[in-house]
């Protein structure tokens, strides 16, 4: 959110419902980005432990770096999950 002074202001959390949706989908998408890389080295690997958790945290933080960087692609982030989790209800869902 850009004010009036030309500064990038955050939205506070929980401030209305547009902003629960957007700081959900950021959350969902880096808990998401992290699970999958951490499930897919232990599966990879035959086992879990702590270094399958490094390496899930190691991506988040380049998917952070990288695609959360700027509000534009944070948007389209979340409509690219939005999209896909529809899709998948959908999927799950029909008859």
């Known amino acids: 959110m850009i004010a009036k002074t030309g500064k990038f202001v955050p939205l506070a959390p929980f401030s209305s419902l547009a902003s629960i949706g957007y700081y959900g989908g950021v959350v969902g998408c880096v808990a998401g980005v992290q699970r999958l890389l951490c499930g897919g080295m232990s599966l990879a690997r035959g086992r879990h432990d702590v270094l399958n958790e490094l390496v899930g945290v190691g991506g988040v ?31 799950c869902t029909k008859d």
């Open 61 to 91: 933080y380049i998917y952070m770096r990288t695609i959360l960087s700027s509000e534009k692609r944070v948007l389209w982030n979340n409509r690219f999950v939005a999209g896909a989790v529809v899709l998948g209800t959908v999927y």
